[in-house]
């Protein structure tokens, strides 16, 4: 993993055996040094230890209107099987639903009945068969050897492919006059979910992008979830499965800079949003794809989350403790670093396109997933170094329609000083599937 634009000594914040600091400091180091290409002011953007602390835990520090935003859901995490453990994610209802569905079961204690009576990688299938979420707590060792660890293992952190054609794009051709928001005037379609893309796109938008992010009517994000991910942007709903809609989002494209997509392989390409018809039709356009699990391997497909990587690709077996029977309970990351990393290598990515667009008169397309950030991790040096205590965080306030928010503010400094956002998350789903007039 490549990244300039940290600032200060590092220091051990969290326990473990992973270098899950190291990771953060070289994500948000990755924007930074990505910024200063696209302004052309080397050593402007940095990423501060202090922020970049704080913000990979951005949820953990939010207060909404006095109160901690709600964590995981009863029938997520791990859960026993007959030859080891299993994890589940259902904090979404229609997940909820396809896990109780797949188990035959409408309760949580039907739920570990039925799990008791099978081996993880048979409950994994079958979770998975359904349109749940669950991997198996797999050793690092298993991970390795099976076809999909080999295939997310694969290829560079930041996968970076120049669009064929284009050509001289004069109204872009230079970034904004304000440091702090080089982005201003250019517009970001966000057509992405939960954490990851919300998080790289929230930094697009404290940059100074006219921020506009797309939901499905039928499926609401988790509210705290997209308050925590949603400041400055703003916040449209739209079927694409109806004509109308779907045309609305063609006009959206045709007038963004930036396209981020935040969803499962193949879940956008039937409405024409996938990279290769995006670029076909505009090939000036930066357009960053997210998913769990990667381009390639028989999981590109499925659904998940940091959590459910984490205990596919044996970061969840590492942490593991002792549960006080002779046995031992699976562990996790000390906080959601893959969503977050990937989140960060995502905002890289979209401005180096950018860059390479002024340069080139061309755009691009680039590809992250969580699997692969899972394996830059395990590449950094691991450490036995205890934990030294993590740095005061620097609270901030914000009226909102939520109530007064707490927050954390981005990991990055600009000229030595913290970045802010613009402005509060918007009530959801209370804008047009329009771009307002040119931004400012």
Request: proline letters at 9%; glycine letters at 12%.
């Amino acid at each position: 993993m490549a990244g300039s634009g940290t600032q200060g000594t590092l220091r051990h914040w969290w326990g473990g055996a992973l270098d899950v600091e190291g990771l953060a400091l070289h994500a948000v180091g990755a924007a930074a040094a990505a910024l200063d290409r696209y302004t052309g002011a080397p050593g402007r953007y940095t990423a501060s230890p202090e922020l970049t602390a704080a913000a990979f835990d951005s949820s953990g520090h939010l207060r909404i209107a006095g109160r901690a935003v709600q964590g995981f859901a009863p029938l997520s995490g791990f859960r026993r099987t007959r030859d080891g453990w299993i994890r589940l994610h259902a904090n979404y209802p229609h997940h909820e639903q396809r896990l109780l569905k797949a188990l035959e079961t409408t309760t949580p204690e039907g739920v570990d009945a039925a799990l008791r009576g099978m081996p993880s990688l048979e409950a994994e299938a079958v979770i998975q068969s359904a349109g749940g979420i669950a991997s198996a707590v797999r050793t690092r060792a298993e991970w390795e050897a099976s076809e999909m660890g080999a295939a997310a293992a694969a290829g560079p952190w930041l996968r970076l492919d120049p669009a064929d054609g284009g050509g001289p794009l004069p109204a872009v051709a230079t970034a904004s006059g304000d440091p702090r928001r080089p982005l201003a005037g250019l517009r970001v379609l966000d057509l992405t979910r939960v954490i990851a893309g919300p998080v790289a796109t929230r930094l697009l938008a404290a940059l100074g992008a006219d921020v506009l992010r797309i939901d499905p009517p039928a499926i609401p994000e988790l509210t705290d979830q997209f308050v925590d991910t949603a400041f400055g942007k703003r916040s449209a709903v739209a079927d694409l499965s109806r004509p109308g809609a779907r045309a609305e989002v063609d006009m959206l494209v045709a007038g963004a800079d930036v396209v981020v997509t935040g969803y499962r392989g193949g879940a956008l390409d039937r409405f024409g949003l996938d990279a290769a018809t995006l670029l076909s039709a505009r090939p000036e356009l930066a357009v960053v794809t997210l998913n769990s699990w990667g381009s390639a391997g028989p999981w590109n497909r499925l659904r998940g989350f940091d959590s459910i990587v984490q205990a596919a690709a044996g970061i969840a077996h590492l942490y593991r403790t002792a549960d006080g029977d002779g046995g031992w309970r699976p562990g996790a990351l000390p906080v959601q670093a893959l969503d977050h990393a990937t989140g960060y290598g995502v905002a890289a990515a979209a401005v180096t396109l950018l860059a390479r667009r002024r340069a080139e008169g061309r755009g691009g397309t680039a590809r992250l997933s969580l699997a692969r950030t899972a394996e830059e991790l395990f590449s950094l040096p691991r450490t036995a170094q205890p934990p030294q205590g993590l740095p005061a965080p620097e609270y901030r306030t914000m009226p909102s329609s939520f109530g007064e928010l707490r927050y954390v503010p981005p990991p990055l400094l600009v000229d030595g000083e913290p970045l802010d956002y613009p402005g509060p998350p918007p009530p959801y789903g209370s804008s047009a599937p329009a771009w307002a007039a040119h931004p400012a």
